[in-house]
């Protein structure tokens, strides 16, 4: 199978993976949102920060360089695995202990309690992470859609019941535990792979020498992503941070979903193409168009129907996320182009370069002042910027200029916000007077829909006719 089809057959899978497992998340949080309030979420998601740096921790280098390594064996898996086991065990025992402390940080005392239960998810996460790697590597991402289905369900029906019953912030904790424990289970029994009784230390200063650099960076990309919640988690109630939360969870469902899907297939397969640059930048070109052919019609659509769609699922005790939504939506166009950007650096082993550019991110604690839209428009500034910063260091790897990336993605960004723009006034003008909310959603999409394909096919955009060639003929 030719580089082009296992790239187009690990999008598909890959795309349905992210797709289907969180279209079953993100419908479990609906039922959840209209029986919790705004503030259990905010409690869950002040702890959003320590989860997701003990990943970072336990998971982000090393499994870059596991990936990155083809000729990898069972010292390098086993090392790996011993090495995880460890990590999130010391990771959740410094948690425990200072649980007072982050309780008092933000002035919630069940924060105690429920940090000691929750993070028990870094422990359960690590016994899998390497039957992971192996499937992420083989791009075998239909085996892994059988996997997060069935555990997102399980925990969702656990949670909703909780909810029911009235557990609270209780119910988001156990359902978060039991989705990690059943992904752990599943992973177990559908994979031969089994830990080795080694730990080679030579294995680990090899993968550590590249991972550290890729760790440290994934450590500040995961405490930016998060910083926002550790803002107004401290200085705004927990009602702010719910609503914050719920409409950066939504915002994220094009954004994450084309974006993860995408990064999955393609730092492996630029991993293997890394020494053929011609190569590498056709691939990661047409990549990129795709991303942007897709994630931008969808987030300015989302911005048009943001407040019946907010009415609509979660009722009007969320109507306060929605301006909150519409920026994190505009904010969210040029972030996947700018994470494809750093792959590129880390495929071609320029680790040190990339911690260099995240470090720029720090930035936002500028902008702490300006309360929580005066950080809403660093995060759309900061999209814009990084994007441009990045291409300009990985074009030079892969002779792929920073003005020739912006003209081959331009055409469609024009199209989609011009678009979007027609749509806005004809909502406002004319649709939102005479349809219930349902229909407006509906009457916009259709218009949206028909009038961004036909004028895609009109100006011949790349995208489209790639997506026809590649996709629909398969």
Request: hydrophobic letters at 50%; a positive charge.
């Given at each position: ?190 994979s031969s792979w089994r830990p080795a009784l080694i730990f080679d230390k030579a294995c680990f200063k090899k993968h550590i020498h590249f991972g550290y650099k890729m760790t440290l960076s994934g ?256």
């Amino acid at each position: 199978m030719s580089y082009k089809q296992r790239a187009v057959s690990g999008i598909v899978w890959a795309l349905w993976q992210q797709l289907s497992s969180k279209v079953v998340s993100f419908g479990i949080s609906i039922f959840l949102a209209r029986i919790l309030e705004p503030s259990q979420f905010g409690l869950i998601a002040m702890l959003y920060l320590f989860i997701s740096v003990g990943n970072s921790l336990l998971d982000g280098g090393l499994t870059a360089s596991l990936i990155r390594t083809t000729d990898a064996d069972q010292r390098d898996y086993s090392t790996v695995f011993y090495f995880n086991i460890i990590g999130s065990s010391i990771l959740y025992l410094i948690l425990f202990i200072t649980a007072p402390l982050i309780a008092a940080f933000y002035h919630q005392p069940l924060l105690t309690s429920v940090v000691r239960v929750y993070t028990l998810i870094l422990i359960i996460n690590a016994f899998f992470g390497v039957q992971s790697t192996l499937l992420v590597k083989d791009l075998k991402f239909k085996k892994q859609t059988n996997i997060q289905i069935p555990s997102a369900i399980g925990g969702g029906i656990l949670g909703i019941i909780l909810a029911k019953l009235g557990y609270g912030v209780w119910s988001l904790v156990w359902m978060g535990l039991c989705t990690s424990f059943l992904s752990t289970a599943i992973h177990w029994i559908t994979s031969s792979w089994r830990p080795a009784l080694i730990f080679d230390k030579a294995c680990f200063k090899k993968h550590i020498h590249f991972g550290y650099k890729m760790t440290l960076s994934g450590l500040i990309d995961t405490v930016y992503q998060n910083i926002y919640l550790i803002i107004i988690g401290k200085f705004f109630s927990a009602a702010q941070l719910g609503y914050y939360s719920r409409a950066d969870s939504i915002s994220q469902l094009p954004i994450s979903n084309i974006s993860a899907a995408i990064n999955k297939v393609t730092y492996p397969m630029f991993a293997e193409i890394s020494d053929d640059p011609v190569q590498l930048k056709n691939v990661y070109k047409r990549l990129m168009q795709q991303v942007v052919f897709w994630n931008a019609p969808a987030l300015i659509m989302l911005c048009i129907i943001a407040k019946p769609l907010f009415h609509i699922l979660l009722t009007d005790k969320w109507l306060p996320a929605v301006p909150i939504f519409q920026l994190l939506c505009i904010g969210g166009i040029m972030y996947p182009l700018h994470s494809y950007n750093l792959n590129v650096l880390k495929v071609m082993g320029q680790s040190a370069l990339f911690l260099k550019l995240e470090v720029i991110k720090i930035g936002i604690l500028c902008f702490i002042p300006f309360g929580i839209y005066g950080l809403l428009y660093f995060q759309l500034f900061f999209n814009v910027i990084a994007y441009y910063i990045n291409s300009i260091y990985s074009g030079r790897l892969i002779d792929y200029p920073v003005t020739e990336q912006i003209k081959d993605i331009l055409p469609t960004v024009v199209l989609a916000g011009g678009i979007g723009l027609c749509c806005y006034f004809l909502d406002k003008l004319v649709i939102n007077d005479f349809f219930i909310p349902t229909m407006q959603i509906g009457i916009l999409l259709i218009v949206f829909i028909a009038v961004y394909y036909s004028a895609s096919l009109l100006i011949k955009l790349s995208a489209i006719k790639d997506f026809n060639q590649l996709i629909l003929k398969r």
